[in-house]
T-cell receptor, first 111, second 114 residues
C-alpha cells in the first residue's frame, strides 16, 4: 500500500519567517495530496490540497508544491503568525477513496 | 450546527473488556472513517464505509469492528483482541464517496486501558 514520509517532525520558526514541511510518497498512482492542521485538543482540519495534474497551489499565506517525478510535495507557510502553531499532517490518496497520512510536524512559532 | 460528534471524550477500559466508541454526523455525508492516532505515528486508518451496510478494512483493522446501520452513525468497537488499544481515536466523514472535498474530523476520543 501507499506509504507517506514527513519531515521534519518538529519545526520552530521566528514569527514572520517562512516554514516548509516536506513529504514523500511511495505509490506513483497517488493523485490527491491534502494538508491538514490539528490544533491542540481538536481533530485535523483541511487547509489546502493539490491534485496530481497541478504543480503548485496558493491560498493567501500557504502554498503547496508537487513534484510527481520525485514523488514529493511540500507545504509552505509565509509570514508566519502565532496562530500557525499546530501539528500539520500531509496525506496522499489513490483514487480519492481514502487517505494515507504522514507522521505529522509540530510547528512552533516563536514570538 | 452541522458536524461530527464523538463521545465520550475520555474513556477508560479494563483489560479484557470490549468498548464501543460513538460517532454521529449530521452533515449528510456518505463516507465515514475511523483513524487511530499515536504519538510519532500520525493517523492510521482502521475502517471506512462509503455506504450504509458496507465497510472496508483499513491498514490496522485487527482487533476492531464497526457497523454502519444508519448513514449518520459509524460506531467503532475495540475488542479484547486489540493488543494495544490505548490511543486517541478520530472519526471523520466526507461528502460523496471520496475524500476529494475534504475529510471532516470529530474532536476525538481518548481511550485508556487500565
Amino acid at each position: 500500500g501507499e506509504n507517506v514520509e514527513q519531515h521534519p517532525s518538529t519545526l520552530s520558526v521566528q514569527e514572520g519567517d517562512s516554514a516548509v514541511i516536506k513529504c514523500t510518497y511511495s505509490d506513483s498512482a497517488s493523485n490527491y495530496f491534502p494538508w491538514y492542521k490539528q490544533e491542540l485538543g481538536k481533530g485535523p482540519q483541511l487547509i489546502i490540497d493539490i491534485r496530481s495534474n497541478v504543480g503548485e497551489k496558493k491560498d493567501q499565506r500557504i502554498a503547496v508544491t508537487l513534484n510527481k517525478t520525485a514523488k514529493h510535495f511540500s507545504l509552505h507557510i509565509t509570514e508566519t503568525q502565532p496562530e500557525d502553531s499546530a501539528v500539520y499532517f500531509c496525506a496522499a490518496s489513490i483514487g480519492f477513496e481514502k487517505l494515507t497520512f504522514g507522521t505529522g510536524t509540530r510547528l512552533t512559532i516563536i514570538p | 450546527d452541522g458536524g461530527i460528534t464523538q463521545s465520550p471524550k475520555y474513556l477508560f477500559r479494563k483489560e479484557g473488556q470490549n468498548v464501543t466508541l460513538s460517532c454521529e454526523q449530521n452533515l449528510n455525508h456518505d463516507a465515514m472513517y475511523w483513524y487511530r492516532q499515536d504519538p510519532g505515528q500520525g493517523l492510521r486508518l482502521i475502517y471506512y464505509s462509503q455506504i450504509v451496510n458496507d465497510f472496508q478494512k483499513g491498514d490496522i483493522a485487527e482487533g476492531y469492528s464497526v457497523s454502519r446501520e444508519k448513514k449518520e452513525s459509524f460506531p467503532l468497537t475495540v475488542t479484547s483482541a486489540q493488543k494495544n488499544p490505548t490511543a486517541f481515536y478520530l472519526c471523520a466523514s466526507s461528502p460523496g464517496y471520496s475524500v476529494l472535498l475534504g475529510a471532516f474530523f470529530g474532536q476525538g476520543t481518548r481511550l485508556t486501558v487500565v
